[in-house]
């Protein structure tokens, strides 16, 4: 345990940026070669989308075609290598204080202020004193390695969320939540429902605010309470 030493960085590192750059590049020109030499028989098809489209691409001669297809099935490649690097997390730990960066937003949470740290499916979780989530950062980062570099600076890392079996499922007039919590969850539910995942996030932080605590399973809500929540009455 090393509680002052050099910040431990874990991110996807030079493998994850070869991935998004090269590979994926790669198979996007893969896949628009394949489109191009296939568009005859998708043209065909008669349940196929934009038939027209296909048609009018198997008309094309091949030394034209077929390159072109390349060319764009690359570049859409590297549209999507722009946006997974421009979404890239890394999480920097040190004794005081961990740095965690998505992207270009970045925030800062002591070590003072944590009383748990752990994995919840693909999303890092810290909690406070009061049991509330200080971050829920989601990620593809090891699992081994985020581990070890919280253990290395004397986090407290824990297996599991030390509050699994508080949950409860979510039910709409679910006893026992403050008073407005409800409605909050209502309009989560709708959002999650609908796929707004920056509205649902910004229910989650609204519902921290009641004291209340959220995880999602498969776009079901469970929800527990942390021990400032304002219970009714």
């Known amino acids: 345990m090393r509680a002052y030493g050099t910040p431990t960085v874990v991110s996807g590192g030079s493998t994850e940026l070869v991935v998004l750059w090269v590979g994926i590049p790669l198979v996007g020109g893969a896949l628009g070669g394949l489109l191009v030499a296939g568009a005859g028989w998708v043209a065909d098809l008669p349940w196929a989308p934009v038939q027209g489209l296909f ?27 722009a946006i997974g690097t421009a979404e890239r997390v890394r999480v920097t730990v040190s004794g005081t204080g961990v740095r965690l960066r998505e992207g270009s937003s970045e925030r800062e949470i002591e070590r003072r202020d944590t009383r748990a740290v752990y994995l919840d499916g693909k999303h890092l979780v810290l909690l406070d004193a009061d049991d509330a989530e200080l971050a829920r950062q989601s990620s593809d980062l090891p699992a081994k390695e985020l581990a070890e570099a919280f253990r290395e600076h004397g986090w407290p890392w824990t297996e599991t969320d030390p509050h699994r079996e508080a949950y ?56 527990r309470l942390t021990r400032r929540a304002a219970l009714p009455d």
């Not at 001669?61 to 490649?77: E, K, M, S, T």
């Open 55 to 81: 048609r009018a691409v198997d008309g094309l001669p091949d030394r034209y075609a077929l390159p072109g297809g390349v060319g764009v099935g690359i570049l859409v490649g590297l549209v999507i290598a």
């Open 168 to 223: 409860r499922l979510w039910v709409p007039d679910l006893p026992g939540l403050p008073a407005g919590a409800d409605a909050l969850l209502r309009a989560r539910r709708e959002a999650l429902a609908h796929d707004r995942g920056g509205e649902a996030k910004e229910l989650r932080a609204e519902l921290a605010r009641y004291g209340v605590v959220v995880r999602d399973d498969s776009k079901r809500q469970h929800v």
